[in-house]
């Protein structure tokens, strides 16, 4: 199941239905009125190192982009980091630099729920961060969970398709569901029937314009989608992984890449930040923040009206 990090003081309530479903968290009443329930924040792409210095640029974003978050007069119901939240192949300092920069969130009650890409390592990462390893997880070696909310429910899936061995293994770009996984997504979205959903994973899909964007995407892309479409309360599909903004629609869902807020390999055309989705009864608002304050994604809005 993914990391969900409430605050010491907080409990989660849990319900096992097939996997872990995480509900909004018991709030005090002062704390309840700053969490806007339709609100989500959602960054991709973190890619912490150990060895990163505090004053680097890495580190300094996601410090900075936390730091926004902690501030905001209306908080986020959730925040997701949704893939590849390591730099190389997820070492053990990597997680341990990562856990202290997203500490802020945990401290002011805001839940975070975390997805694994290709350069992540679930082993290490369990190791690290032991407490929120499944005692019996609902996807064997997978790192899966849905996340309620008063107008959608988010499906947090793995694409994490191979993990390396040593500190020099390369690293598989690719993604992989799998069969086990795609089963699972299929049983829960059937138990989850009422309201939209939202699909989280890292890696693109190879379809709705992104097969030739980008030498990575996840191999099963076409029985997900045919999965998905089946499903009318599916809405959207939120990924990472290409370090790049765009928006798509492949038979009636959205695919939205969302920026990374680590680094960019063209800097010409993208740039790192973040994103605020606005839930409505009839879609979603998808508003990027960028860490250049002047740069033309700052403030741009994707407006995804549900099929």
Same mark, same amino acid.
């Given at each position: ?46 890619? *912490? @190192?150990?060895?990163?210095? #505090?004053?680097? %640029?890495?580190?300094?974003? !996601? ?6 978050? &902690? ?30 920069? *997203? @500490?802020?969130?945990?401290? #002011?009650?805001? %839940?975070?729920?975390?997805? !694994? ?6 082993? &290490? ?29 988010l499906f947090l899936l793995d694409s994490l398709k191979t993990v390396g061995q040593g500190a020099e293994a390369r690293v598989v770009a690719q993604g992989l569901l799998g069969s086990e996984q795609l089963d ?86 993208s740039t790192t930040g973040w994103t605020m989705a606005q839930l409505t009864d009839q879609g979603a608002d998808f508003t990027t923040l960028t860490h250049a304050q002047d740069h033309a994604w700052n403030g ?8």
């Amino acid at each position: 199941m993914p990391i969900h990090l409430p605050s010491q003081s907080r409990r989660t309530f849990l319900t096992q239905l097939g996997g872990a479903v995480f509900c909004a968290p018991a709030l005090h009443a002062a704390d309840a009125q700053r969490v806007d329930p339709d609100r989500i924040a959602i960054l991709n792409d973190t890619h *912490i @190192a150990a060895g990163h210095t #505090a004053n680097a %640029p890495i580190p300094t974003h !996601l410090r900075e982009t936390v730091a926004w978050l &902690v501030a905001q007069e209306r908080r986020p119901a959730a925040v997701v980091i949704n893939g590849d939240l390591a730099l190389s192949n997820g070492r053990p300092g990597d997680y341990a630099h990562f856990a202290r920069l *997203i @500490a802020p969130l945990r401290e #002011a009650g805001m %839940p975070v729920h975390l997805t !694994l890409g290709n350069h992540d390592d679930r082993d &290490v990462f369990y190791q690290v961060l032991q407490a929120e390893k499944a005692a019996e997880p609902p996807v064997v070696s997978r790192h899966v969970g849905v996340v309620t909310l008063p107008r959608a429910n988010l499906f947090l899936l793995d694409s994490l398709k191979t993990v390396g061995q040593g500190a020099e293994a390369r690293v598989v770009a690719q993604g992989l569901l799998g069969s086990e996984q795609l089963d699972w997504l299929g049983r829960m979205l059937d138990a989850h029937p009422g309201k939209p959903a939202l699909v989280f994973a890292h890696h693109n899909p190879r379809l709705g314009g992104e097969e030739k964007h980008f030498p990575g995407g996840l191999e099963d892309s076409e029985p997900l989608w045919d999965l998905l479409v089946s499903r009318p309360q599916v809405k959207a599909y939120v990924h990472g992984h290409i370090h790049h903004r765009d928006h798509f629609q492949h038979r009636g869902i959205h695919i939205l890449n969302m920026p990374a807020t680590s680094y960019v390999s063209n800097p010409t055309e993208s740039t790192t930040g973040w994103t605020m989705a606005q839930l409505t009864d009839q879609g979603a608002d998808f508003t990027t923040l960028t860490h250049a304050q002047d740069h033309a994604w700052n403030g741009k809005v994707e407006k995804a009206a549900w099929r």
